[in-house]
Antibody, heavy 119, light 105 residues
Framework: EVQLVESGGGLVQPGGSLRLSCAAS????????MYWVRQTPGKGLEYVAS????????YYVDSVKGRFTISRDNAKNSLYLQMSSLRDEDTAVYYC????????????WGQGTLVTVSS | EIVLTQSPATLSLSPGERATLSCRAS??????LGWYQQKPGQAPRLLIY???KRATGIPARFSGSGSATDFTLTISSLEPEDFAVYYC????????FGQGTKLEI
């Protein structure tokens, strides 16, 4: 059974940093693209970042470029999102998501971790 | 950048009725159009991919259709567990979602 378990969310002040982690199990982690997707009541579902199977390619939505870094450790079956210079608008539930087997879609989602940016 | 517009924002129906949800793209998305279901407190679940293919374990009452810029998710006969929010999604350089349609009783 595929499982994705996020951790690391919480309350952080504007300008602060936070590191999200995602522990993956039930599939060969090193053979799938992985994503971070966030959700807010106002903006709905929003792609944040993605990383290739071997970590050689990384992509970000414009609003987080230069502030967020996605990474992975295939030996530990883990995905990470380092977030810095956090803003109020980064407040959201962050999901760790696995790519569909043939790409293009998001097949397995974690339960999400809430990040709240507030003073 | 492609924009996905879903309609209606809210759809009120009763169990047993047929639901038709629309997703319109601002430009052609080829065949890469998917649909997700999200229930309160849960993560989204992939229902449909490549416009009309059902994901693993998705009941046959869910079907997708359309082409180029206009797409439809149809639920043939609503079950109580189908009342949820539905999102369409396309993929050009990255996943992009519509704003959602809330299907309510």
């Amino acid at each position: 059974e595929v499982q994705l378990v996020e951790s690391g969310g919480g309350l952080v002040q504007p300008g602060g940093s936070l590191r999200l982690s995602c522990a993956a199990s039930g599939f060969t982690f090193s053979t799938f693209w992985m994503y971070w997707v966030r959700q807010t009541p106002g903006k709905g579902l929003e792609y944040v970042a993605s990383i290739k199977e071997d970590g050689s390619e990384k992509y970000y939505v414009d609003s987080v470029k230069g502030r967020f870094t996605i990474s992975r450790d295939n030996a530990k079956n883990s995905l990470y999102l380092q977030m810095s210079s956090l803003r109020d608008e980064d407040t959201a539930v962050y999901y760790c998501v696995r790519d569909f087997s043939s790409g293009w879609y998001l097949e397995y989602w974690g339960q999400g971790t809430l990040v709240t940016v507030s003073s | 950048e492609i924009v996905l517009t879903q309609s209606p924002a809210t759809l009120s129906l009763s169990p047993g009725e047929r639901a038709t949800l629309s997703c319109r793209a601002s430009q052609s998305v080829r065949n890469y159009l998917g649909w997700y279901q999200q229930k309160p407190g849960q993560a989204p679940r992939l229902l449909i991919y490549d416009i009309s293919k059902r994901a693993t374990g998705i009941p046959a009452r869910f079907s997708g259709s359309g082409s180029a810029t206009d797409f439809t998710l149809t639920i043939s006969s609503l079950e109580p567990e189908d009342f949820a929010v539905y999102y369409c999604q396309q993929f050009t350089n990255w996943p992009l979602f519509g704003q959602g349609t809330k299907l309510e009783i």
